[in-house]
């Protein structure tokens, strides 16, 4: 409770957050639920905010996994530096910049990239660019879990993904309710 009051502070100060609630625990354990039997030595996530799912990755995370977030909000830069983990990087930035740099130096290198930033509020050419560097910095088989109140992203990730291989959920249980979208390379 303190923690989603905490959240709604900083919330309200930033509109490009895209939400006044963290995740809700439905929506962590479904993020969770298409993690089965995928390798997290190298995930990156775009948007931790406060570190809801950030924090149950590094629970699964081998001992020698790195884990990479970039968020914008320096409020919740600062709640996510107090995690004490030395797998954990963190990047004050955009994930349209940050994606570019990190396609160069893990080019299908990495596991997992977990994205709920607001879609909605990037203009087209940013969106286009984060799916395109995302899909490069998988390895074969990596996932892109993206989840969002809306499904916007969906025709963008079926240009780079296998339509077969994107599976798509809306959990109700969150306020508002959300879309938690999955595509495997
Ligand atoms: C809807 S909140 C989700 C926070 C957290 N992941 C959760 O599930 O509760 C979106 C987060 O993305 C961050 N954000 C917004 N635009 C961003 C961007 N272009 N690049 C990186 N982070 C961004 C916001 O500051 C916020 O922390």
């Keep these: 409770m303190q923690e989603q009051l905490n959240f709604l502070k900083i919330a309200l100060s930033d509109h490009q957050i895209g939400a006044m609630t963290r995740s809700s625990k439905y929506v962590v354990r479904a993020v969770m639920r298409n993690l089965r039997g995928q390798l997290l ?51 004050e930035g955009t994930a349209q910049t940050a994606s570019k740099e990190l396609k160069s130096n893990y080019n299908a290198n990495v596991n997992l990239v977990l994205s709920s930033i607001p879609f909605s509020i990037l203009n087209r050419l940013d969106r286009k660019e984060i799916v395109s560097n995302t899909f490069e910095m998988l ?24 339509a077969n291989n994107i599976n798509t959920q809306f959990e109700l249980r969150n306020i508002p309710p959300m879309f938690i979208m999955s595509a495997q390379k």
């Design 41 to 91: 030595r190298r995930v990156i996530e775009y948007g931790p905010g406060d570190g809801v799912i950030t924090k149950e990755i590094l629970k699964r995370m081998p001992r020698d996994g790195e884990m990479i977030v970039i968020e914008t909000n320096p409020k919740f830069l600062k709640v996510l530096r107090k995690i004490e983990d030395p797998r954990l990087k963190i990047i």
């Design 139 to 162: 390895e074969e088989s990596g996932k892109f879990i993206v989840f969002q109140y809306s499904p916007i992203l969906l025709s963008l990730l079926k240009k780079y993904f296998n």
